[in-house]
């Protein structure tokens, strides 16, 4: 029987969050929020905040502390700005779940800490376990923290895993291809960021759904997959299927495949992190066969997106070398973004910062910190010679 679950929803504002959202208010008498945060969407929060009325909010950006105050005065909600806050408020007693929403590298710290506190954890954030994911999984295991797979295609394979005594033979990620699946070069060539951002079957912000365009989302998914469930990249494949009605797919020794198959909806993989090992009812529709003509599979072309195949490199590498890749990734994400370089040159810009940063075989968190800040740095200087040219 599912109990009550007292919920920390950290980045409440993005899409994950406001899906987060979707089934706290659909199982009112299974969860409460005990604390949101947001990053800068202050008007939103506070929003969020009045409505499901948690006991703490944070923003993470300070200057919009006297806003967000302002806007949830006399409510009894106590108002907290920074990420050292989110940070200490996520390991409350009071908390039963902290589900970790947070974009990139931001969201590490926070998981690190609701993981030494014991935690259950709802993870979105892949980039924890891209970025450290030795130091997450040890972390995991020492603190006896719960950590439960957020993300459809790994919520997916959880699923699959479900029962099993055996190890799997096989991993299977299926991807959608993306928006530029059937783009040719000339085509990639032209993309703008409003066409980058428009993915076809997901609801995503627009980082990820860079991310999705240029396959790079897939890599990380793949190292993430490769410390969930601890599974080496040789037995971890990536699939393309545009319908995205499978999720993931497992392989056993025998050669059976068992595969999760559902609508294209975060509401249904969020509902089953926070309600595990139960299932409930679910406001998504069902899936129904017959709403498809067909379900098709190919293989990534890691020709025209190289991504791809750099994020299996960089995974395969270890070391620091996941930590540079993101790092680089987000500070190129951000440039195409805002204008400064053209979607084909994110991974350019990715590829030679790998080339021209330190290696370190075994980090610690610290040196994971710092391989953070030296790679934006130097991935800032890469596309402002970029600019110049």
């Known amino acids: 029987m599912v109990r009550k679950n007292n919920l920390a929803i950290l980045g409440s504002t993005g899409s994950i969050g406001s899906q987060s959202l979707d089934v706290v208010a659909a199982h009112p008498d299974l969860f409460s929020v005990v604390l949101l945060t947001a990053n800068h969407q202050w008007q939103k929060l506070a929003e969020q905040a009045l409505r499901f009325k948690p006991k703490y909010v944070v923003i993470g950006e300070k200057g919009y502390y006297t806003n967000l105050s302002e806007a949830l005065a006399g409510t009894g909600i106590e108002v907290y700005a920074g ?15 902290a589900l970790i929403s947070i974009v990139g590298y931001a969201g590490l710290l926070p998981t690190i800490r609701a993981i030494e506190a014991g935690k259950r954890i709802a993870l979105a954030n892949k980039e924890s ?12 295991a020492r603190y006896n923290a719960v950590l439960l797979p957020l993300d459809s295609e790994h919520s997916a394979i959880f699923q699959c895993l479900a ?41 995503m912000g627009a980082k990820i759904s860079v991310d999705s365009a240029t396959l790079m989302n897939k890599g990380f998914e793949v190292i993430e997959a490769r410390w969930l469930f601890n599974i080496p990249y040789e ?4 699939l393309v299927h545009p319908e995205s009605v499978i999720h993931s797919m497992v392989q056993f020794q025998d050669g059976a495949i ?12 969020i509902q089953y992190a926070l309600t595990y090992p139960y299932r409930i009812v679910s406001p ?17 072309d890691t020709e025209r997106f190289p991504a791809l195949a750099l994020a299996l490199e960089a995974g395969k590498m270890g070391g620091n070398a996941p930590c540079i890749l993101n790092a680089a990734n987000e500070e190129a994400v951000y440039a195409f973004l805002t204008g400064r370089i053209a979607f084909l040159q994110i991974v350019g810009v990715v590829e030679r910062t790998l080339e021209l940063m330190d290696f370190i075989e075994v980090p610690t968190l610290e040196d994971y910190i710092e391989t953070n800040r030296l790679a934006r740095e130097l991935a800032a200087w890469i596309i402002g010679k970029l600019n110049q040219n």
């Not at 998504?284 to 990534?300: C, I, K, Q, S, V």
């Open 258 to 269: 068992k595969a999760q198959l559902g609508v294209p909806d975060m509401r249904l993989p």
């Open 129 to 140: 376990l891209v970025v450290a994911g030795d130091i997450v999984t040890a972390l995991v």
């Open 235 to 238: 037995r971890i494949e990536v």
């Open 163 to 203: 029962g099993e005594l055996v190890e799997p033979q096989k991993l299977i990620l299926t991807a959608s291809g993306g928006p530029f699946r059937t783009y040719s070069q000339e085509q990639l060539e032209r993309v703008t960021p409003d066409e980058a951002i428009a993915h076809p079957r997901w609801s």
């Open 83 to 97: 990420s050292d806050s989110i940070c200490q408020l996520v390991q409350l007693p009071e908390i039963d779940t």
């Open 284 to 300: 998504t529709p069902e899936y129904t066969f017959g709403m498809n003509e067909a379900l098709t599979f190919d293989r990534p």
